[in-house]
């Protein structure tokens, strides 16, 4: 059996409508017993104030006359049922025409005393018991009818108006939850669509500045971001592809000559043969450097690792590495120790990747200087430099100059350095080359970020 589950809008009216309920009972029984007790204050009122306890308390009054008197119960007072004299043998009398109260033990108590009470004709009372002296005791009481229907009519009132307003906060409770929550709906819409068809270019309703406004925004920054980042990934397909296609076709061609003289029997000439194995060599290697350049551009920059890493350290290592790479060229190095917070792997390598791109343009024999400063790496070459309009493309990945296109090299090394930088927070660029000879790259980066 399918679960069946309550929307949203239903949820939050449903909650509203027990919210409201529980609100209106607590006040209602509030309401109602603080009728109640005034109410019963008010009789205790009426009590003193008709009470002839004060006149039977006068020098030479006798308490007995109260018992001979006539008394007429609606002349004397409206809601009072009577006036009634306990003796101190425990008899009791009254004025005729008043119903008589039942009393027991507890009614001699030596002060005056309020309590609830029935007469002997069923009558429920309130009663007043106030001791005059010589053992009498006066009990004045007084109907409570009116209280109790007057609680009554309350009571009906409170529960009529407590299931108007439960009924009252749930529609309003479900037409205003379904329009607040028409937004959320708009976007549950947008993020299914894009869920189905997988179209991040897909608009995105955003209004109002509220918490859902704020939750639209980041959604469309976040189908943004990643149409982006599907894009970055489709093009670097695409120029990957590009870039191993000339590798691939040239290994394939060669193979296919090797492969062809061995089914012919025809044997290719020693001197030639070495040149086709060399060249496959040759091939291989860029083939495999390339992958593995490509395998670095396409790491989420969240993988860098965090930790300090002393720039110092790093240039000496990279300079290590180049230098075995480039025999005959000098390397002059110029470093000051500083720290930076990073991936230590990925700062050698976009260092030996400017070291590498200074040594491809040098002549043999060159120097390539390394100048190396808290915040920023310079190095410099004594190539023939980069033209201006240039500077900036020179960074984009498989981007080679007209000149640079003979030179081995797949065209990623500098925009690793580039993606480097922006990954620990810093910038790469060119600048005027010192004393006008060569090109000279700079790689900043910030000196000791814990954040990052």
């Known amino acids: 059996m399918r679960e069946r589950r309550l929307l949203l809008r239903s949820r939050v009216a449903l909650v509203t409508a027990l919210v409201v309920a529980l609100g209106i009972i607590v006040v209602s029984v509030f309401a109602w017993f603080g009728a109640d007790v005034t109410m019963r204050r008010q009789i205790d009122v009426s009590l003193q104030t008709s009470s002839p306890?004060?006149?039977?308390?006068?020098?030479?009054?006798?308490?007995?006359?109260?018992?001979?008197?006539?008394?007429?119960?609606?002349?004397?007072?409206?809601?009072?049922?009577?006036?009634?004299?306990?003796?101190?043998?425990?008899?009791?009398?009254?004025?005729?025409?008043?119903?008589?109260?039942?009393?027991?033990?507890?009614?001699?108590?030596?002060?005056?005393?309020?309590?609830?009470?029935?007469?002997?004709?069923?009558?429920?009372?309130?009663?007043?018991?106030?001791?005059?002296?010589?053992?009498?005791?006066?009990?004045?009481?007084?109907?409570?009818?009116?209280?109790?229907?007057?609680?009554?009519?309350?009571?009906?009132?409170?529960?009529?108006?407590?299931v108007v307003g439960v009924l009252v906060a749930a529609v309003s409770g479900l037409l205003l939850t379904r329009l607040a929550l028409r937004p959320v709906e708009r976007l549950t819409k947008t993020v299914e669509h894009i869920a189905e068809t997988e179209d991040l270019a897909a608009p995105v309703d955003v209004r109002g500045r509220d918490e859902i406004g704020r939750l639209g925004r980041a959604f469309s920054r976040m189908t943004k971001a990643l149409a982006e980042s599907r894009k970055r990934q489709q093009d670097l397909v695409a120029d990957a592809a590009h870039e191993l296609r000339t590798p691939l076709t040239s290994m394939r061609t060669n193979v296919d000559l090797l492969v062809r003289s061995e089914k012919t029997g025809r044997s290719i000439p020693d001197e030639q043969r070495r040149a086709l194995l060399a060249s496959l060599q040759d091939q291989a290697r860029e083939l495999g450097d390339l992958v593995g350049e490509l395998v670095v551009l396409a790491r989420d920059e969240h993988e860098t690792e965090r930790v300090p890493v002393s720039m110092g350290a790093v240039v000496e290592r990279a300079v290590e590495r180049a230098r075995a790479r480039a025999r005959g060229h000098v390397f002059d190095v110029h470093s000051q120790p500083w720290t930076v917070v990073g991936d230590p792997g990925e700062l050698e390598r976009a260092v030996l990747n400017l070291l590498d791109n200074a040594v491809k343009f040098s002549p043999p024999s060159s120097t390539v200087r390394i100048h190396s400063v808290a915040g920023e790496i310079t190095v410099a070459d004594a190539g023939q430099g980069i033209a201006r309009d240039e500077r900036a493309m020179v960074f984009q990945r498989f981007w080679r100059s007209e000149s640079a296109r003979s030179l081995p090299g797949s065209g990623l090394g500098l925009a690793i350095v580039a993606q480097t930088a922006a990954a620990h927070g810093g910038s790469v660029e060119f600048v005027e080359p010192i004393d006008g000879i060569g090109a000279t790259v700079r790689f900043r980066l910030p000196v000791g970020r814990p954040d990052l």
């Open 53 to 162: 306890a004060k006149e039977l308390k006068k020098p030479g009054v006798d308490p007995e006359s109260l018992c001979g008197s006539e008394q007429d119960k609606e002349g004397y007072q409206k809601y009072i049922v009577g006036v009634q004299l306990l003796r101190p043998n425990g008899t009791t009398c009254c004025p005729k025409g008043v119903d008589k109260v039942k009393l027991g033990p507890r009614d001699r108590e030596p002060v005056p005393t309020f309590r609830d009470g029935m007469t002997y004709g069923h009558v429920g009372v309130r009663v007043l018991v106030e001791p005059i002296g010589a053992g009498y005791s006066v009990v004045t009481s007084r109907s409570t009818a009116d209280v109790r229907d007057t609680l009554r009519q309350l009571g009906t009132v409170l529960a009529i108006v407590s």
